[in-house]
Nanobody, 126 residues
């Protein structure tokens, strides 16, 4: 069974950078799509970014494109989210998700992902 554990959340100031990590275990991830979602206070879950475990394809939400970078380290079985120029509206609980079967048209939907981490809190405030 796939297990995902996020880390790296913190309280930072606007304009700061932060790097989140997701440690994946319990499976072989070739063919998986890995993603980051977030839930801002009082709002629904939002797609942030996704990456194919094999290959270089990445996808981003419009709100983070150009500021966030998703990457994966096959040797360490980790997926990272580098977040630069953070804004107060980036405040949220960030979740790592994994799917072996998601298709391109569905990868921005949380329902397409079967495995989830417990989340890590990111707070951006001056």
């Amino acid at each position: 069974q796939v297990q995902l554990v996020e880390s790296g959340g913190a309280l930072v100031q606007p304009g700061d950078s932060l790097r989140l990590s997701c440690a994946a275990s319990g499976g072989t991830f070739g063919g998986y799509t890995m993603a980051w979602f977030r839930r801002p206070p009082g709002k629904d879950l939002q797609f942030v970014a996704a990456i194919k475990w094999n290959g270089d394809s990445t996808w981003y939400s419009d709100s983070v494109k150009g500021r966030f970078t998703i990457s994966r380290d096959k040797a360490k079985n980790t997926v990272s989210l580098q977040m630069n120029t953070l804004k107060e509206e980036d405040t949220a609980v960030y979740y790592c998700a994994a799917s072996r079967t998601v298709i391109l048209s569905s990868l921005r939907r949380s329902s397409a992902y079967a495995s989830w981490g417990q989340g890590t809190q990111v707070a951006v405030s001056s």
